[in-house]
């Protein structure tokens, strides 16, 4: 391809024949300064394609390329011939267009990718002598500082040009040469000038370090911080680094130093670095005589931009995000549709409100799915949404499961072409609305009927209706006007504050409802109280309250059983936490009180100590543990907690029973005791009705007082008589000091002694205790006295029916090992203590009775077996836990279990449910020893299979008599 040249060049000195033949000669070999120009122009314009072009008079060729190959640079020159001929830079974003029809230059642009093309002219002297230009995809932007760019690097090409044409003496002969150091100067002018035409920082040093030539943006930004005289790169990195001008070289400078300085490579690679606050890309290229060029693009503002589009981007994915969550949580049915209405997605494929499965409807249109009127209605819709940008809505109905539904629909338009399209079921909120509508009249009416006063504001007019109810409620009369101040002005000023707040917090949308209870005064000066309600019904274009509906209801008697039921709950809770506290109290002092008396009885059994002081111990022992038990009594009556059993008995022989038991304390006391005589022939006496163990328990009392406060030698003398058609009567009469009135009346008091503290034993809650146990079986405890003469108390009890009278009276109590101790539990509280006589020695005994004691109470367990050891027949073992007594099992064969009934690991019952389950001890005798000794607890045990219940403190007699029966029985 020939190139022309102007006349002008003659004039200028140079030849242009010449000038073409020195070109022709450039293309001789790689030149790496013109190779880094190049890659510095692709740089410039972030394009991956950058060529340098220079034409002579027979061709052209391409001296530096980069991103393609010389041969295929070859089909694109004419587009830089044609910018070498117009002379100055042309941009074509439509490349194939401008390229010829036929020809390779065409397919060789598409197979590089290449649709952008920018070009500017290289002139040496005045003359466009070739083209350097860069080209990309379609996506390849060219503003106009990059065009300055690439003009600037085509200044310092054509400086080039000219400094290796010189070099080389490629000037015509009739030319004389300019001087050396003139084309030198002359070339290093233009070098100068083309690096300050960049938009970088740059450097070069030469191959020791020195800095040889640097533009003016490197002296403003670098060059300006360091020392003066410092032209040595090293020592001016040193110098930045120990500075902090490279924040990344902060605590670990020599390090820094180190990478930074070992950049320069002759294929270097774009490192980037903070510099300054901001960010900086560095390129520090080799050349092969050492020479390094250093080149620093401020970069500050596109890392400003990335992390302005990552937070873009991800604010963008999280609204995203919070989009398909929001929908995700939407019980309505939405699609995504197109404009032109096909199915493009469903947000539940499996809502019950799509006409078809959703694999029928996706990629099809409304109009093939939907019926015709209403698939153009919704069309309608989608185009309205796409030309204004706004929600369209609309109501439609559509037959569904052979019903027919009402959908109300909503079409928002989406980028991309697409739409969001709701719908929700609203069949059943007409049918509801229709039928509020039908109802209104109804509720107002029963609201009136009910008691419930209306109000209706009407902001307004600001006026307020006030049915005949609510005046009523008030004590106005039905014509009586009332106004919003009327309604103030009765409200009761403590309250009129928070009623106002809840109002005003409704109204402004703070509170879901306007609810409260407040006090209002009453015509006739009482307090009222009522339970305000309101609902607005209507708002302004501007939010404010239009219209606000509410009733009002008269809560005084409600309020007064309210509170009345709150203090009935808290004297509940008062009352069980005593009982609580009560039953805890019992079972912790009855273990302790286990020891003083079983060691006390053991003591006495032994012998070698002074028998009077431990009676003295066992007595008071015993006064202890009576007053425990009738405070537990008294509880449980308070309470009502008893579980009585009534039923028809023959009071006689209970009473003959009750007298057997009281039978040693009379005769220490001195003390005789005269039983109801039966006259011969006569049938069966009368019978009442009540709990026998209880009713005994009543009996002992009266009975262990009568002889307590007897006089020595004196009497006691049991009735039975019974009223025509009414209550029987058992008194116990007896011959004691008596009382006066004032002794009388205080002889019901809990532990009320009447002075005779010190003499008699007793816990003073004993009376007490026998008129409330006779209360709740129905009867009454009657009581009378004269002084010296003695007292009278008479129980009077509900006689049995007729039938029930002439039929044998109920047994006592089963007469199983559980009644047995409840029954001798009994006895004791007014018996007398008497320890355990010793037993004298048995024959030695073919094999011992094995006992298992499972107690994890070491001084209960010591008194067990310290009691047991003076029994040759009887050899006992001990566990302190569950697990302890079933290791145990395999190497010894308990004849009888003894459990306690908690533990730390689980407790008695639980023990003898798996014991049960073991065919070798399914039918061992087992004893429950226990400090709970309440009738419950008697009860429970006997339920769960226990062959006797030895309550704490132990009755060391009573055990050693029940294990020598069963050691007697061996086999």
């Given at each position: 391809?020939s190139?022309?040249?102007?006349?002008?060049?003659?004039?200028?000195g140079w030849?242009?024949?010449?000038?073409?033949?020195?070109?022709?000669?450039?293309?001789?070999?790689?030149?790496?300064?013109?190779?880094?120009?190049v890659?510095?122009?692709a740089?410039?314009?972030?394009?991956?394609?950058?060529?340098?072009?220079?034409?002579?008079?027979q061709?052209?060729?391409?001296?530096?390329?980069?991103?393609?190959m010389?041969?295929?640079?070859?089909?694109?020159?004419?587009?830089?011939?044609?910018?070498?001929?117009?002379?100055?830079?042309?941009?074509?974003?439509?490349?194939?267009?401008?390229?010829?029809?036929?020809?390779?230059?065409?397919p060789?642009?598409?197979?590089?990718?290449?649709?952008?093309?920018?070009?500017?002219?290289?002139?040496?002297h005045?003359?466009?002598?070739?083209?350097?230009?860069v080209m990309?995809?379609?996506?390849?932007?060219?503003?106009?500082?990059?065009?300055?760019?690439?003009?600037?690097l085509?200044?310092a090409?054509?400086?080039?040009?000219?400094?290796?044409?010189a070099?080389?003496?490629?000037?015509?002969?009739?030319?004389p040469?300019?001087?050396?150091?003139?084309?030198?100067r002359?070339?290093?002018?233009?070098l100068?000038?083309?690096?300050?035409?960049?938009?970088?920082?740059?450097?070069?040093?030469g191959?020791?370090?020195?800095?040889?030539l640097?533009?003016?943006?490197?002296?403003?930004?670098?060059?300006?911080?360091?020392?003066?005289?410092?032209?040595?790169w090293?020592?001016?990195?040193?110098?930045l680094?120990?500075?902090?001008?490279?924040q990344?070289?902060?605590?670990?400078?020599?390090?820094?130093?180190?990478?930074?300085?070992s950049?320069?490579?002759a294929v270097?690679?774009?490192q980037?670095?903070?510099?300054r606050?901001?960010?900086?890309?560095l390129?520090?290229?080799?050349?092969?005589?050492?020479?390094?060029?250093?080149?620093?693009m401020?970069?500050?503002?596109?890392?400003?931009?990335?992390?302005?589009?990552a937070?873009?981007?991800?604010?963008?994915?999280?609204?995203d995000?919070?989009?398909?969550?929001?929908?995700?949580?939407?019980?309505?049915?939405?699609?995504?549709?197109t404009?032109?209405?096909?199915?493009?997605?469903?947000?539940?494929?499996d809502?019950?409100?799509?006409v078809?499965?959703?694999?029928?409807?996706?990629?099809?249109?409304?109009a093939?799915?939907?019926?015709?009127?209403?698939?153009q209605?919704?069309?309608?819709?989608?185009?309205?949404?796409r030309?204004?940008?706004?929600?369209?809505?609309?109501?439609y109905?559509?037959?569904?499961?052979?019903?027919?539904?009402?959908?109300e629909?909503?079409?928002?338009?989406?980028?991309?072409?697409e739409?969001?399209?709701?719908?929700?079921?609203?069949?059943?909120?007409?049918?509801?609305?229709?039928?509020?509508?039908?109802?209104?009249?109804?509720?107002k009416?029963?609201?009136?009927?009910?008691?419930h006063?209306?109000?209706?504001?009407?902001?307004?007019?600001?006026?307020?209706?006030?049915s005949?109810?609510?005046?009523?409620?008030?004590?106005?009369?039905?014509?009586e006007?009332?106004?919003?101040?009327?309604?103030?002005a009765?409200?009761?000023?403590?309250?009129l504050?928070?009623?106002?707040?809840?109002?005003?917090?409704?109204?402004?949308?703070?509170?879901?409802g306007?609810?409260v209870?407040?006090r209002?005064?009453?015509?006739d000066g009482?307090?009222?109280?009522v339970?305000?309600?309101?609902?607005?019904?209507?708002?302004?274009?501007?939010?404010?309250?239009?219209?606000?509906?509410?009733?009002?209801t008269?809560?005084t008697?409600?309020?007064?059983?309210?509170?009345?039921?709150?203090?009935?709950?808290?004297?509940?809770?008062?009352?069980r936490?005593?009982?609580?506290?009560?039953?805890?109290?019992?079972h912790?002092?009855?273990?302790?009180?286990?020891?003083?008396i079983g060691?006390?009885?053991?003591?006495?059994?032994?012998?070698?100590?002074?028998?009077?002081?431990?009676?003295?111990?066992?007595?008071?022992?015993?006064?202890?543990?009576t007053?425990?038990?009738?405070?537990?009594?008294?509880?449980q009556?308070?309470?009502?907690?008893?579980?009585?059993?009534?039923?028809v008995i023959?009071?006689?022989?209970?009473v003959?029973?009750?007298?057997?038991?009281?039978?040693?304390?009379?005769?220490?006391r001195?003390?005789?005791?005269?039983?109801?005589?039966?006259?011969?022939?006569h049938?069966?006496?009368?019978r009442?009705?009540?709990?026998?163990?209880?009713?005994?328990?009543?009996?002992l009392?009266?009975?262990?007082n009568a002889?307590?406060?007897?006089?020595?030698?004196?009497r006691?003398?049991?009735?039975?008589?019974?009223?025509?058609?009414?209550?029987?009567?058992?008194?116990?009469?007896?011959?004691?000091?008596?009382?006066t009135?004032?002794?009388?009346?205080r002889?019901?008091?809990?532990?009320?002694?009447?002075?005779?503290?010190?003499?008699i034993?007793?816990?003073?809650?004993?009376?007490?205790?026998?008129?409330?146990?006779?209360?709740?079986?129905?009867g009454?405890?009657?009581?009378?006295?004269?002084?010296?003469?003695?007292t009278?108390v008479r129980?009077?009890?509900?006689?049995?029916?007729a039938?029930?009278?002439?039929?044998?009276?109920?047994d006592?109590?089963?007469?199983?090992?559980?009644?047995?101790?409840?029954?001798?539990?009994?006895a004791?509280?007014?018996?007398?203590?008497?320890?355990?006589?010793?037993?004298?020695?048995?024959?030695p005994?073919?094999?011992?009775?094995?006992?298992?004691?499972?107690?994890d109470?070491?001084?209960n367990?010591?008194?067990?077996?310290?009691?047991?050891?003076?029994?040759?027949?009887?050899?006992?073992?001990?566990a302190?836990?569950g697990?302890?007594?079933?290791?145990?099992l395999?190497?010894?064969?308990?004849?009888v279990?003894?459990?306690?009934?908690?533990?730390?690991d689980?407790s008695?019952?639980?023990?003898?449910?798996?014991?049960?389950?073991?065919p070798?001890?399914?039918?061992?005798?087992?004893?429950?020893?226990s400090?709970d000794?309440?009738?419950e607890?008697?009860a429970?045990?006997?339920?769960?299979g226990?062959?006797?219940?030895?309550?704490?403190?132990?009755?060391?007699?009573?055990?050693?008599?029940?294990?020598g029966?069963?050691?007697?029985?061996?086999?």
């Amino acid at each position: 391809m020939s190139l022309p040249f102007p006349a002008s060049a003659a004039a200028e000195g140079w030849s242009p024949p010449a000038l073409a033949d020195g070109l022709e000669r450039l293309d001789a070999s790689p030149d790496a300064a013109f190779d880094a120009l190049v890659r510095q122009a692709a740089r410039t314009a972030a394009g991956p394609i950058a060529a340098l072009t220079l034409f002579t008079r027979q061709r052209s060729f391409t001296k530096a390329a980069v991103g393609l190959m010389r041969s295929e640079a070859t089909h694109l020159h004419p587009l830089c011939e044609q910018v070498r001929r117009h002379g100055h830079a042309q941009v074509l974003y439509a490349l194939e267009t401008a390229l010829p029809a036929d020809g390779p230059a065409r397919p060789a642009a598409r197979a590089l990718g290449v649709a952008v093309y920018a070009g500017v002219p290289v002139r040496v002297h005045g003359h466009a002598v070739g083209t350097l230009c860069v080209m990309g995809p379609h996506t390849l932007a060219v503003p106009d500082a990059v065009l300055q760019g690439l003009h600037d690097l085509a200044i310092a090409c054509g400086g080039l040009i000219e400094s290796r044409l010189a070099a080389q003496a490629l000037l015509p002969a009739a030319t004389p040469p300019a001087p050396a150091d003139d084309v030198l100067r002359r070339a290093h002018e233009l070098l100068t000038q083309t690096l300050d035409g960049l938009a970088g920082s740059v450097m070069i040093s030469g191959p020791d370090g020195r800095i040889l030539l640097a533009n003016q943006r490197w002296h403003r930004q670098i060059g300006a911080l360091l020392p003066k005289g410092c032209d040595h790169w090293p020592t001016a990195v040193r110098h930045l680094a120990a500075n902090g001008h490279y924040q990344q070289a902060i605590g670990r400078e020599e390090a820094f130093v180190a990478w930074r300085l070992s950049l320069p490579a002759a294929v270097p690679r774009p490192q980037e670095t903070q510099w300054r606050g901001g960010w900086v890309v560095l390129n520090d290229r080799k050349l092969p005589d050492g020479t390094v060029v250093h080149l620093s693009m401020d970069i500050t503002e596109r890392h400003r931009r990335a992390d302005a589009l990552a937070e873009e981007q991800g604010r963008a994915r999280t609204s995203d995000a919070r989009l398909r969550a929001v929908l995700a949580a939407v019980p309505d049915l939405w699609f995504v549709v197109t404009d032109e209405g096909r199915y493009k997605h469903c947000g539940t494929p499996d809502h019950p409100s799509l006409v078809l499965p959703w694999s029928s409807l996706e990629e099809r249109t409304l109009a093939d799915v939907l019926p015709a009127p209403l698939a153009q209605s919704l069309g309608e819709a989608l185009r309205q949404a796409r030309a204004t940008g706004r929600t369209q809505s609309l109501e439609y109905e559509l037959p569904l499961r052979g019903r027919t539904h009402w959908f109300e629909a909503r079409v928002s338009p989406m980028p991309g072409g697409e739409q969001l399209y709701m719908a929700r079921d609203v069949t059943d909120l007409r049918a509801l609305a229709a039928e509020l509508r039908l109802n209104e009249e109804r509720w107002k009416f029963a609201l009136e009927t009910a008691g419930h006063g209306v109000w209706d504001w009407d902001a307004d007019t600001d006026t307020t209706y006030f049915s005949a109810a609510w005046k009523q409620m008030l004590g106005c009369q039905e014509d009586e006007p009332c106004h919003r101040d009327d309604w103030a002005a009765r409200v009761h000023p403590d309250d009129l504050p928070a009623a106002l707040g809840a109002l005003e917090a409704y109204q402004r949308g703070d509170a879901p409802g306007y609810e409260v209870d407040y006090r209002m005064r009453h015509t006739d000066g009482r307090i009222v109280w009522v339970r305000d309600r309101g609902r607005i019904v209507a708002r302004r274009p501007d939010g404010s309250v239009r219209r606000m509906v509410g009733t009002q209801t008269d809560i005084t008697r409600q309020r007064a059983a309210d509170a009345a039921l709150r203090d009935k709950q808290a004297a509940e809770l008062a009352s069980r936490s005593k009982s609580e506290f009560l039953s805890r109290m019992s079972h912790e002092m009855r273990t302790p009180l286990n020891a003083v008396i079983g060691f006390a009885q053991l003591l006495r059994l032994q012998g070698g100590v002074r028998l009077d002081y431990v009676d003295h111990v066992l007595q008071a022992s015993q006064h202890l543990l009576t007053l425990i038990n009738d405070v537990l009594d008294l509880q449980q009556v308070e309470e009502g907690g008893l579980n009585l059993q009534p039923r028809v008995i023959d009071p006689v022989p209970l009473v003959a029973a009750c007298a057997t038991m009281l039978r040693p304390l009379a005769q220490a006391r001195g003390v005789s005791q005269v039983l109801p005589a039966t006259p011969p022939g006569h049938g069966p006496g009368p019978r009442l009705v009540a709990d026998e163990q209880r009713l005994r328990q009543v009996l002992l009392n009266l009975g262990s007082n009568a002889i307590k406060y007897n006089r020595p030698a004196g009497r006691v003398v049991w009735e039975i008589e019974a009223d025509a058609d009414g209550p029987v009567h058992i008194t116990v009469r007896d011959t004691g000091s008596g009382m006066t009135e004032d002794q009388l009346a205080r002889l019901f008091q809990p532990f009320e002694r009447l002075g005779r503290e010190a003499n008699i034993e007793g816990s003073g809650l004993g009376l007490l205790i026998a008129r409330r146990l006779v209360g709740d079986m129905g009867g009454q405890v009657n009581l009378s006295s004269q002084p010296g003469v003695g007292t009278s108390v008479r129980v009077s009890l509900p006689a049995a029916p007729a039938e029930a009278a002439s039929a044998p009276a109920a047994d006592a109590l089963p007469a199983t090992a559980i009644a047995s101790a409840s029954a001798t539990a009994d006895a004791d509280l007014s018996a007398p203590v008497t320890a355990p006589e010793p037993t004298p020695a048995a024959p030695p005994p073919t094999r011992r009775l094995q006992v298992l004691y499972l107690e994890d109470n070491r001084v209960n367990a010591l008194l067990f077996t310290e009691a047991l050891r003076s029994r040759p027949d009887i050899e006992t073992h001990v566990a302190d836990c569950g697990e302890e007594l079933f290791e145990m099992l395999p190497r010894l064969q308990p004849d009888v279990f003894v459990l306690d009934a908690h533990l730390p690991d689980c407790s008695g019952y639980e023990v003898l449910a798996r014991l049960r389950a073991m065919p070798a001890h399914a039918d061992t005798p087992a004893y429950m020893c226990s400090a709970d000794a309440a009738p419950e607890d008697l009860a429970r045990a006997q339920a769960a299979g226990f062959a006797g219940y030895w309550p704490k403190p132990l009755d060391l007699s009573r055990i050693l008599a029940d294990l020598g029966r069963l050691a007697a029985n061996l086999p």
